[in-house]
């Protein structure tokens, strides 16, 4: 009895970590869960890159909501802890005009609003929708926890470099903070899973390229470093080989700076239809790769090739890499981190260089936080 007490009592507290970190949109209206928002607090600052682009960092409001089918008015009101009213505003949308600081997706609303830094988080957030059809209010709660971490080279060096937040795509829309000197960064985000942070330094480009976390999971305080390289870890993703063998499927589409590694281009035919392929990194083995789970070393069984195709002005190819690791002696309850490494030395010109990135990857087992398999 008290151990099946137990398991209730973990998978009772899971659940409700797992239900703060459901995806937005919802796919109803029940209990007004379409409605959400989020206050990004963060402090004015900016960044100037070495190839002359800017970006500035600001705080912002986010609301999202199911459409209502005529015009309609939005109404938010932000509180702190002692109950003082912070921000009050009523945004009026008509259907005929797109207005430019919204997003319409599939009868779902995104806004997007700049707001001044407050020097205490907010404490809650209550929106309300107003057409002729109907009202709907909802009283959100605001939840923050600290990100904090180191930001090296692959030498361990120290790197000043800022974490750029993108909630819902792989751009930042203007949400970051600078680390230090010393590499040490510290930023408070709200409750909910990100599509990514991306980690640069003002070089970008020119003499390295970014860090990124995929699919962050930002429901408890966490601390993440993360490495800065002259490549890069994109489009990461982790599944479990579901039904087959105990192990991990990581993919992933390594890329590395032009002046350092020169694409190899050619075309290549799949499937009967031709695709002009580019590969932005040279040939990676299990050697080049070091994959971490929840900070313990995991064993790579198989490295596998595969391009990643799509259309742009014409038919695309890049490569990427399917690696399937082992998950025997790895937690299967709970959050799981997956960091991928590469580096590898190559001659260019006479020249040995080192070719090197990292990225991470969040998810719970299943999606639901308790594994069918522990």
Same mark, same amino acid.
């Given at each position: 009895?008290?151990?099946?007490?137990?398991?209730?009592?973990?998978?009772?507290?899971?659940?409700?970590?797992?239900?703060?970190?459901?995806?937005?949109?919802?796919? /109803?209206?029940?209990?007004?869960? /379409?409605?959400?928002?989020?206050?990004?607090?963060?402090?004015?600052?900016?960044?100037?890159?070495?190839?002359?682009? &800017?970006?500035?960092?600001?705080?912002?409001?986010?609301?999202?909501?199911?459409?209502?089918?005529?015009?309609?008015?939005?109404?938010?009101?932000?509180?702190?802890?002692?109950?003082?009213?912070?921000?009050?505003?009523?945004?009026?949308?008509?259907?005929?005009?797109?207005?430019?600081?919204?997003?319409?997706?599939?009868?779902?609303?995104?806004?997007?609003?700049?707001?001044?830094?407050?020097? !205490?988080?907010?404490?809650?957030?209550?929106?309300?929708?107003?057409?002729? &059809?109907?009202?709907?209010?909802?009283?959100?709660?605001?939840?923050?926890?600290?990100?904090? $971490?180191?930001?090296?080279?692959? &030498?361990?060096?120290?790197?000043?470099?800022?974490?750029?937040?993108?909630?819902?795509?792989?751009?930042? !829309?203007?949400? $970051?903070?600078?680390?230090?000197?010393?590499?040490?960064?510290?930023?408070? =985000?709200?409750?909910?899973?990100?599509?990514?942070?991306?980690? @640069?330094?003002?070089?970008?480009?020119?003499?390295?390229?970014?860090?990124?976390?995929?699919?962050?999971?930002?429901?408890? /305080?966490?601390?993440?470093?993360?490495?800065?390289?002259?490549?890069?870890?994109?489009?990461?993703?982790?599944?479990?080989?579901?039904?087959?063998?105990?192990?991990?499927?990581?993919?992933?589409?390594?890329?590395?700076?032009?002046?350092?590694?020169?694409?190899?281009?050619?075309?290549?035919?799949?499937?009967?239809?031709?695709?002009?392929v580019s590969e932005l990194v040279p040939p990676l083995n299990s050697e080049d790769l070091k994959i971490k789970i929840n900070g313990k070393k995991a064993e790579i069984i198989s490295i596998q090739?595969?391009?990643?195709?799509?259309?742009?002005?014409?038919?695309?190819?890049?490569?990427?890499?399917?690696?399937?690791?082992?998950? &025997? $002696?790895? /937690?299967? =309850? $709970?959050?799981?981190?997956?960091?991928?490494?590469? @580096?590898?030395?190559?001659?260019?010109?006479?020249?040995?260089?080192?070719?090197?990135?990292?990225?991470?990857?969040?998810?719970?087992?299943?999606?639901?936080? =308790?594994?069918?398999?522990?």
């Amino acid at each position: 009895m008290k151990n099946l007490l137990s398991a209730f009592f973990i998978f009772f507290v899971i659940s409700i970590i797992c239900t703060g970190q459901i995806n937005y949109p919802f796919s /109803d209206t029940k209990n007004n869960r /379409d409605i959400q928002a989020y206050w990004y607090n963060i402090p004015q600052d900016s960044v100037t890159f070495e190839n002359g682009d &800017k970006l500035i960092f600001q705080s912002a409001l986010h609301i999202y909501g199911k459409t209502p089918e005529d015009d309609f008015q939005l109404q938010v009101e932000v509180f702190l802890k002692n109950g003082k009213k912070v921000f009050e505003k009523i945004f009026e949308i008509k259907k005929t005009v797109k207005p430019y600081f919204m997003e319409f997706n599939n009868g779902y609303f995104k806004l997007r609003h700049a707001v001044e830094y407050l020097k !205490e988080n907010p404490d809650k957030i209550i929106v309300t929708i107003k057409s002729s &059809k109907e009202e709907r209010r909802k009283e959100i709660k605001c939840r923050y926890y600290k990100l904090s $971490g180191k930001i090296t080279d692959f &030498k361990g060096k120290p790197v000043k470099a800022f974490i750029g937040v993108c909630p819902d795509s792989f751009l930042s !829309e203007q949400l $970051g903070k600078w680390s230090d000197s010393q590499g040490n960064y510290e930023i408070f =985000l709200p409750e909910r899973t990100y599509n990514a942070l991306i980690v @640069e330094t003002a070089g970008k480009g020119m003499t390295d390229l970014e860090a990124w976390a995929w699919h962050t999971i930002v429901d408890s /305080d966490q601390v993440m470093n993360f490495k800065i390289g002259n490549g890069e870890v994109y489009n990461l993703n982790v599944w479990v080989n579901n039904g087959g063998g105990n192990s991990y499927f990581i993919s992933f589409r390594p890329m590395v700076l032009g002046r350092v590694f020169p694409p190899k281009n050619y075309v290549l035919s799949i499937n009967g239809k031709n695709f002009n392929v580019s590969e932005l990194v040279p040939p990676l083995n299990s050697e080049d790769l070091k994959i971490k789970i929840n900070g313990k070393k995991a064993e790579i069984i198989s490295i596998q090739k595969y391009f990643e195709t799509g259309f742009l002005t014409r038919p695309i190819g890049l490569l990427s890499y399917l690696i399937q690791v082992s998950r &025997k $002696g790895f /937690d299967t =309850l $709970g959050k799981q981190t997956v960091v991928v490494e590469y @580096e590898k030395e190559i001659e260019i010109n006479g020249k040995k260089v080192k070719v090197n990135s990292m990225g991470c990857f969040q998810f719970y087992l299943n999606y639901e936080g =308790l594994s069918k398999y522990f």
